[in-house]
């Protein structure tokens, strides 16, 4: 049938041949090939017709196998071991070798075109790469003359190298040595063949081999990756902490320096107590001198009576004459001594004297005390309020020093003239900046609503405390006269005090409580718990 089929091929090759196609054969052969004889002539032929390819296709797979191949295994465009280009299976199979193979058929088009390549080709290429190629093929294009032009006739070219008429037993000879060469050929290609698939189960396996290694290196660095992201967590969790510890730290270092002020300002009233004391008992010890000088004044006066009443009797005893009753003129004064009253002291017990008569030192010292106490509260109420004020206002500073300096009132640390001076005036500032700060910011958020709403109990509570005292302590010093002893003053200096400075505190937080009745509307927060300040105020 293979016979009867080659038959068939070779009568229409002949009948091409007679139509025109006489040189099919020679637009097989590359350059620097011929035909051996004529039987291998007549089988390409066959075996181009089935094959479908066009002219230049077979001359270009000749190319790669023949030519192409050969030359650059061992070349820079093998891109491993010159070993493993060596072996075509190993190029063609292997998906690694895919871009070396189309370097290879990219290059075999040159031969196909007519073009010689050499063995010295093969120092061209440094790498495996396209570009590298491309310069290649243009050199050898612009530098090269064609040994054969396909576009040409070809009969002249060949100059009927392949018309040999050889003998019969010539053909029989090349016959016999074509299928022993032919049959030592596949032997070979068998051998090349399993020595070829032995390489490639072997390449298979160290290629699965570095998969898995790629694998486990993927799987780590993932790993890596994901302990690089909670070690970047820790990190900014750490940074945070650090940031707020330092925020603390700031925080203390503004709460010790406050401290340190009101330790100092606790320092210099502590020096002011001791001076009151001391002027206490001087005015004590000034006291108790008056009244022995009176008291031995009193007894010089009693003791000159009687020794003056003795005489008048001795008189009338040895005078002749009649003796008249009259009463002795008592003995006037002479630089205050005589009067114990001149010195503008009462001798009530308990007591000095005054321009308008005799008061009670003890009960002014006892409502004096109850004042001051009520002074106290009241403004401990207001400073509680406006630590809360502060703080929901956004005044941090001003919010923890009036916080610390609640402490120190409900310690009982501030009831001198002097202290309540400075917590009344402490008072009167904090309340002109919150009342700045309420002008300024017009809406709070949730959180600050609730801390304002907080200070509104205590400052209804101080500022109603404040106006009642305010109003205790003028009836009390009204009581008094107007041209009090300076010994009083000394006595009473707080009384007189919270009675002269609470209207300018009355005035300030009554402008102030409407304000803040405006801010609390305006936020939506409950105003009940200020209405006992403005009923206080007569508003």
């Known amino acids: 049938m293979n016979l009867f089929f080659k038959i068939i091929i070779l009568t229409i090759f002949l009948f091409l041949q007679e139509a025109g196609f006489a040189d099919t054969s020679l637009k097989l052969l590359i350059p620097n090939e011929s035909y051996k004889n004529e039987d291998q002539k007549q089988n390409e032929i066959i075996n181009f017709g089935q094959s479908g390819l066009t002219a230049k296709e077979w001359r270009i797979k000749k190319c790669y196998r023949n030519v192409t191949f050969n030359i650059f295994w061992k070349s820079g465009l093998c891109p491993t071991d010159p070993h493993m280009c060596i072996h075509s299976y190993t190029v063609e199979e292997l998906h690694f070798f895919k871009k070396y193979y189309d370097y290879l058929l990219q290059i075999s088009e040159l031969c196909a075109?007519?073009?010689?390549?050499?063995?010295?080709?093969?120092?061209?290429?440094?790498?495996?790469?396209?570009?590298?190629?491309?310069?290649?093929?243009?050199?050898?294009?612009?530098?090269?003359?064609k040994k054969i032009d396909y576009s040409?006739?070809?009969?002249?070219?060949?100059?009927?190298?392949?018309?040999?008429?050889?003998?019969?037993?010539?053909?029989?000879?090349?016959k016999n040595n074509f299928k022993q060469n032919q049959t030592n050929e596949q032997k070979k290609n068998k051998e090349e063949?399993?020595?070829?698939?032995?390489?490639?189960?072997?390449?298979?396996?160290?290629?699965?081999?570095?998969?898995?290694?790629?694998?486990?290196?993927?799987?780590?660095e993932k790993k890596k990756l994901k302990e690089l992201e909670l070690a970047r967590k820790a990190e900014k969790k750490r940074l945070k902490e650090i940031k707020d510890a330092k925020k603390i730290e700031e925080e203390r270092e503004r709460e010790l320096i406050l401290q340190k002020k009101l330790l100092a300002e606790e320092e210099k009233k502590i020096q002011q107590q001791k001076k009151l004391m001391e002027t206490e008992k001087n005015i004590e010890e000034i006291k108790k001198m008056i009244d022995s000088d009176n008291r031995s004044k009193k007894s010089n006066l009693v003791q000159n009576h009687d020794v003056k009443?003795?005489?008048?009797?001795?008189?009338?005893?040895?005078?002749?004459?009649?003796?008249?009753?009259?009463?002795?003129?008592?003995?006037?004064?002479?630089?205050?001594?005589?009067?114990?009253?001149?010195?503008?002291?009462?001798?009530?017990?308990?007591?000095?004297?005054?321009?308008?008569?005799?008061?009670n030192i003890d009960a002014l010292l006892g409502q004096q005390s109850q004042v001051v106490k009520t002074m106290t509260n009241a403004l401990l109420?207001?400073?509680?309020?406006?630590a809360k004020f502060?703080?929901?206002?956004?005044?941090?500073?001003?919010?923890?020093?009036?916080?610390?300096?609640?402490?120190?009132?409900?310690?009982?640390?501030?009831?001198?003239?002097?202290?309540?001076?400075?917590?009344?005036?402490?008072?009167?500032?904090?309340?002109?900046?919150?009342?700045?700060?309420?002008?300024?910011?017009?809406?709070?958020?949730?959180?600050?609503?609730?801390?304002?709403s907080?200070?509104?109990?205590?400052?209804?509570?101080?500022?109603?405390?404040?106006?009642?005292?305010?109003?205790?302590?003028?009836?009390?010093?009204?009581?008094?006269?107007?041209?009090?002893?300076?010994?009083?003053?000394?006595?009473?200096?707080?009384?007189?005090?919270?009675?002269?400075?609470?209207?300018?505190?009355?005035?300030?937080?009554?402008?102030?409580?409407?304000?803040?009745?405006?801010f609390a509307?305006?936020?939506?927060?409950?105003t009940k718990p200020i209405e006992e300040a403005r009923d206080a105020m007569g508003d």
């Open 113 to 145: 075109d007519g073009y010689v390549l050499k063995k010295t080709d093969r120092d061209f290429f440094k790498k495996s790469t396209q570009g590298e190629v491309d310069r290649f093929i243009e050199k050898v294009r612009k530098n090269r003359k």
């Open 152 to 174: 040409r006739p070809l009969q002249d070219q060949f100059a009927n190298k392949n018309n040999i008429e050889p003998t019969q037993s010539t053909k029989v000879n090349n």
């Open 193 to 220: 063949l399993e020595l070829l698939k032995k390489q490639v189960k072997d390449l298979k396996e160290v290629e699965k081999k570095k998969q898995k290694e790629i694998e486990k290196l993927r799987i780590s």
């Open 309 to 359: 009443k003795n005489i008048a009797v001795k008189n009338e005893e040895n005078s002749p004459i009649k003796k008249t009753t009259s009463k002795p003129n008592p003995p006037k004064s002479s630089g205050g001594l005589g009067n114990p009253f001149s010195s503008g002291l009462s001798f009530l017990p308990g007591g000095f004297g005054g321009a308008g008569g005799g008061l």
């Open 381 to 386: 109420n207001l400073t509680e309020a406006q």
């Open 390 to 452: 502060l703080e929901a206002l956004g005044e941090k500073d001003a919010a923890i020093a009036a916080r610390m300096y609640v402490g120190a009132l409900k310690k009982g640390e501030a009831i001198g003239k002097d202290d309540l001076e400075k917590a009344l005036n402490r008072t009167k500032e904090s309340q002109a900046v919150i009342e700045k700060k309420m002008l300024e910011v017009n809406i709070l958020d949730a959180k600050a609503k609730i801390t304002f």
């Open 454 to 518: 907080k200070g509104l109990p205590p400052y209804g509570k101080g500022v109603a405390g404040l106006v009642s005292t305010g109003f205790q302590a003028q009836q009390i010093v009204s009581s008094i006269g107007s041209n009090p002893n300076p010994l009083i003053i000394t006595k009473i200096g707080s009384l007189f005090f919270i009675a002269k400075n609470t209207p300018s505190a009355i005035s300030l937080f009554s402008s102030s409580t409407g304000t803040m009745m405006d």
């Open 521 to 526: 509307n305006k936020n939506e927060i409950d």
